[in-house]
């Protein structure tokens, strides 16, 4: 794959999901940033019905970021600054909202809602909703894709983001979401933290795609220790893969200058004649300009 491929960003928030997707990727090796986020970038190999362009001409980075949707607005804006992606995707598992929506279904987000914006008053709490929308190339791609594939019942739907894992449908945040959030199908604890980041670096094509591995209620454990996470991870990144292969990089945007590129001495090329030498040793002069980050 040439140097200069875009860069598409897909994350993670466990390690479950992280090796669902990894098991897609080849070719991949570990770039590190200066403050210690790790990522895997790698290529995904073409498929039978892949054209001379497509899923090969993307670089895909994967990085699991844990959990949380701080964790996930600061790693992904971290990432965006160094790789400079085209497009950024969160790949995982969610608890369902919805009684049609079951196990092993999968949920592609119209919209990302952060659930826990509001005012609290004498007369309740009022709700001050945010959403964040998805990007429509993506989104349209996850249509297509999705209808090539009879194993996978997916549902284009709005996603619910928040710091919060529900077990219980009749606790006050599951009022809460039925009543103020009520076309959401699923929950989650990042996509609203990535879509932000994704917006305010540049309004890049994101897309939150949720493989649901319970209900949302108390038969959560149960649901887990049947492997359900496994299974709807797996699912997730079978779909986002798909989407990978239908949405084609957007042509003369990729940043050789900055994308950075790691070497065979352990060394970091930031394209072009931008190249970092911690790590190595170097005799003799340099010449043309220099990379001062730190």
């Not at 960003?9 to 991949?28: G, K, Q, S, W």
């Not at 990729?254 to 060394?267: C, I, N, Q, S, T």
Request: charged content about 25%; proline content about 5%; glycine content about 10%.
């Amino acid at each position: 794959m040439p140097e200069t491929a875009p860069t598409v960003l897909v994350l993670t928030a466990l390690a479950l999901e992280y090796r669902a997707v990894r098991d897609h990727i080849t070719d991949r090796e570990e770039l590190v940033h200066p403050n210690g986020t790790r990522v895997e970038r790698g290529r995904l190999p073409k498929g039978d019905h892949d054209g001379p362009s497509g899923a090969a001409d993307w670089h895909v980075a994967l990085a699991e970021l844990g959990e949380g949707t701080r964790t996930a607005a600061a790693l992904t804006t971290q990432l965006i600054t160094w790789l400079k992606p085209q497009a950024v995707l969160f790949v995982g598992v969610a608890g369902s909202l919805k009684d049609d929506i079951e196990i092993g279904d999968v949920v592609i987000g119209t919209k990302v809602y952060g659930i826990h914006g509001g005012k609290q008053t004498p007369n309740g709490f009022l709700v001050r909703p945010e959403a964040w929308p998805v990007s429509n190339a993506l989104l349209n791609a996850a249509r297509s894709a999705v209808r090539d594939m009879p194993d996978v019942r997916a549902h284009c739907k709005p996603i619910a983001s928040g710091d919060v894992v529900l077990a219980d449908a009749e606790s006050e945040i599951a009022r809460h979401l039925r009543e103020n959030y009520n076309d959401a199908a699923a929950i989650e604890m990042e996509g609203s933290g990535a879509a932000q980041a994704a917006h305010l670096n540049g309004r890049l094509d994101a897309l939150v795609i949720r493989g649901i591995s319970d209900n949302a209620n108390a038969d959560k454990p149960t649901a887990d220790a049947q492997g359900s996470q496994e299974r709807a991870a797996r699912q997730a990144a079978s779909v986002a893969v798909a989407v990978l292969r239908k949405h084609r990089p957007r042509e003369g945007s990729a940043d050789a200058e900055e994308r950075p590129h790691v070497r065979g001495d352990g060394g970091t090329t930031y394209g072009g004649d931008h190249i970092d030498f911690r790590g190595g040793t170097f005799h003799g002069p340099v010449t043309g300009k220099t990379d001062r980050r730190g």
